[in-house]
């Protein structure tokens, strides 16, 4: 079993910065890749950014260059920094990790979600 717990989230005004955490534990061998998500009231969730355990970080094209994420193998946390925050960015953001050493930005290829932390940006 995995258990991952967000935090970081909160409120800002457009222009401003967050730094979301995911604390991660359990078996390690079930959280070889791990990726950030995120859903906004009635859409679908859509992938942020994952650290594969083979290949290279990915983003989603849209985000690129205001997001970035990050992994602290020692600590065992997944860190999203997000700069320049839209009120389009306004949504929960959800941790998640797969036992897959390759994934991408699809929910399907995940194994292990976390409760979530609200984003809300406004204008």
């Known amino acids: 079993q995995v258990q991952l717990v967000e935090s970081g989230g909160g409120s800002v005004q457009a222009g401003g910065s967050l730094r979301l955490s995911c604390s991660a534990s359990g078996d390690p061998s079930s959280r070889n890749s791990m990726g950030w998500f995120r859903q906004a009231p009635g859409k679908e969730r859509e992938g942020v950014a994952a650290?594969?355990?083979?290949?290279?970080?990915i983003y989603a094209e849209s985000l690129k260059g205001r997001f970035t994420i990050s992994k602290d193998n020692a600590k065992n946390i997944l860190y999203l920094q997000m700069n320049n925050l839209k009120p389009e960015d306004t949504a929960m953001y959800y941790c998640?990790?797969?036992?897959?050493?390759?994934?991408?930005?699809?929910?399907?290829?995940?194994?292990?979600w976390g409760r979530g932390t609200q984003v809300t940006v406004s204008s």
């Open positions: 650290v594969p355990w083979l290949g290279t970080i």
């Open positions: 998640a990790a797969a036992r897959a050493l390759v994934v991408g930005l699809e929910a399907r290829q995940y194994d292990y």
